[in-house]
């Protein structure tokens, strides 16, 4: 009661971040005529005049209502579009790095421009985030034109781009693309080996379009660069036969319990009975396939083969999960019902799915990189979306991005009436209902969009349709390339639109018609004749009663439903909508609650009888926010795993870079050497050991393995007075003769490329090692909470330590492999270009690599230093002495192997 007091008295948050925009918007307003009295050439000179006063020391904020003014004016002279007071409040809410709620058909598209050109100015880039290709096309050329009249550079990044065109898209000033584009540039450029060939610069300012469908839907599935793996794939075949023949021999009782299994289709996990497990173990028996118990620690992975191709049969169904298009398995997003071309579901799930649909089983994927949306895109300095459905998730933006959601109030009213669901008992009377309701629209001429949850409800309803000779429209994952024709014809009188989710489609249902869609739809068609049309359908559509928009049912989280109901009504104009329910939905059969089924019966309610009322559609809403709150927690989880993978991901790119900035990485190389047979020399020669504990053979036996230097380390072990550090020094000597010879033999640049090059390939070839372990770890790190253990504790405890293993097996592969390459004689002094096809290098380096001076390495060699800056006396100043220079309290060792010893 406290609370409802105190928002009436000074109003909600949201109502006082409104009130500090509209005095900006006054602002803004005042300048106009300004603005309106320059010529277009000294409109375009600001741009040249704005960064000439960040130069200066003026901050963005502080050319902001200048600069919004600009925009609106060029926008106006451009694009033939002037931005409302509520868009100018969008353009501040997104510079804030906040989210703005805007209603569908308020202009998001025209909004972004605003923040873009601002934070453009300081010229370090800006990119906008979509959702598919179509709509990164079509704003970067759209409002490309806005930026180019304003003096800016357009680019916009597309699959397979050339990389010369990808980078340049990237050094423009703001860069259009779509959110897996951009992620996956990410994990390529920390793949390359040059700087020069990376394609992205240092991340600066992103704006995220339906940043709820990318920042939250696409959330839980991160993106992976994967290479095949050498697993064979005729046992995906050979375990689906059998288990559909296991499925086919259980019984089903009357509940519709299967003999065989259990399935949770909240969880979407299905594990078997213990008649099932005997069954199916005797009939992989039978089959030869298997040779023991079934959970005998020889059979897991056939195990794993038998648990995928389960999920596969009983949880993912075609038409719905996936579709199967020119003889592959393609993924259906359950959010926005489009296709996600080159998506594959991971640990086997699609080659299950294959060897169920008997197309052909592609081999499974390693991991070679991999991020999640949340981690790249908090990746940005600063962030900011914009959608019209966000307040839902207000917490979750907050927890997860640091980013708060500000609710932009509409620029007309809306007048659309959402009217109470309707319930039935069955789909098929509910079917019944929406095919009436869609017939009497069409008597009047009122234009429908009906919304579906799958594709093979989309059918089922067009079937229905088909039946009754109804013309009507299908748009889903099969019939997207006709995406822009049929959104621009949803709107005409008595047009019937079904469609699978609306969520990104980038274009707006207009009453009438879409004049600019059917203008570049229909080149032939006379401009005036169509404007024409449109007008009078217009008001035919209007006097109908506009758009209505019938949904079949209710999705598991409320944003879709908003988005489909926000498809009608925009900017002002009249509309309704309705959702029809069935006791066999998904929603309501999972997570509905069971006095729901139990009071419709109660009312007895009769064949075709619907029950309406306010306590239904709140009854829904509570199911609907069970599974919102779920599924948060489920992306929470695995956020909380990614950001142990992450930390080390940011480190290991961050070391790649290093390596490539670097003119030499000598330095680190012999670091590497140096600590290897460190290593070597405490493994055998264990500290305070006697000389008859030192296991001198071995060492010798490593070294030669390793280092492929033959050395008498056993006879130097029996000399009279040496101990375990002259040992080390003696083997580090020879090691660094032999790496100065054979430099010595090529030269400096060459030496400097291989040194480099092998460095960053068992970088990324140990790290792709470790992804596949960490993969391993976290599928079964659960079992831990059975011993009373806290599983994410245990996972960081276990990645922490496989990292440092990993860094150790990078020391030593990497000096095994520079010990053992095995470098040609230098060659005369050849011409540069045919030395430059035998020996080709990143880089112009050309012929200087037959001239260069000979490496003299200095075995006495340390990094530079002021030697004043370490006093003897003083430990505390010891920190900057480096690792390989004498340790500063006068025992003769290296630093690293003293008081610097990690």
Known sequence: MLSSLARAVFGTSNDRALKGFKRRVAAITALEPRMQALDDAALTAKTVEFRARLEQGETLDDLLEEAFAVVREASLRVLGMRHFDVQLIGGMVLHQGRIAEMKTGEGKTLVATLAVYLNALAGRGVHVVTVNEYLARRDAEQMGRLYG???????????????????????????????????????????????????????????????????????????????????????????DEIVAAFLARGQVSED?????????????????????????????????????????????????????????????????????????????????????????YSDGLHQALEAKERVEVQKENQTLASITFQNYFRLYPKLSGMTGTAMTEADEFEQIYKLQVVDIPTNVPVTRDDQDDEVYRTAGEKYAAVIALIAECRERGQPVLVGTTSIEKSEILSGLLNAKRIKHSVLNARFHEQEATIIAQAGTPGAITIATNMAGRGTDIKLGGNYEMRLSLEPGIAPDALRAEIDVNHEKVKEAGGLFVIGTERHESRRIDNQLRGR???????????????????????????????????????????????????????????????NFDMRKNVLKYDDVMNDQRKEVYAQRREFMRAESVTDIVTEMREDVIAAFVANRIPAKAFAEQWQSAELAADIKRILALDLPVVDWAAEEGIDENHLRERIEHAAAEAAEAKAARFGAPLTNYIEKSVLLQTLDHVWKEHLLALDYLRQGIGLRGYGQRDPLNEYKREAFAMFSAMLDELKERMTGALAHVALPEAPPPPPPVPMQESHPLPGHMGGELALADPVVHDTDRVRPYREDDVDPARPETWGSTPRNAACPCGTGKKYKYCHGRV
């Not at 399935?263 to 028996?285: C, F, H, I, N, P």
């Open 149 to 239: 009249f304003l003096g800016m550079s357009t680019g916009v990044i597309i699959p397979n781009l050339e990389e010369p065109a990808r980078r340049e898209a990237y050094a423009a000033d703001v860069t259009y693309g779509t959110n897996n584009e951009f992620g996956f540039d990410y994990l390529r450029d920390n793949m390359k080996y040059r700087l020069e060939d990376m394609v992205q610069r240092p991340f600066n300012f992103a704006i995220v379009d339906e940043v709820d469908s990318i920042l939250i839907d696409e959330a839980r599935t991160p993106l992976i660069i994967s290479g095949p793996s050498d697993e064979p794939t005729e046992l995906y075949a050979q375990v």
């Open 256 to 344: 519709g319990k299967h003999q065989y299994y259990e399935k949770d289709e909240k969880a979407r996990s299905v594990t078997m009975t213990e008649d099932g497990a005997e069954t199916v173990e005797g009939m992989l028996q039978n089959a030869g396939l298997l040779t023991g118990g079934l959970y005998d620690l020889t059979n897991i992975s056939l195990v794993h083969h038998v648990q995928q191709s389960l999920r596969a049969r009983t949880l993912y169904g075609r038409d719905v999960d996936y579709i199967v298009r020119d003889g592959m398995i393609v993924i259906i997003d359950e959010f926005t019902g489009r296709m996600l071309e080159g998506r594959r």
């Open 568 to 630: 009608s009504g925009r900017q002002g104009d009249p509309g309704a909508s309705r959702f029809f329910l069935s006791l066999e939905d998904d929603l309501m059969r999972i997570f509905g609650s069971e006095r729901m089924g139990g009071m419709l019966q109660k009312l007895g309610l009769r064949d075709g009888e619907a029950i309406i009322h306010p306590w239904i559609n709140k009854a829904l809403e509570k199911a609907q926010k069970k599974v919102e709150i779920r």
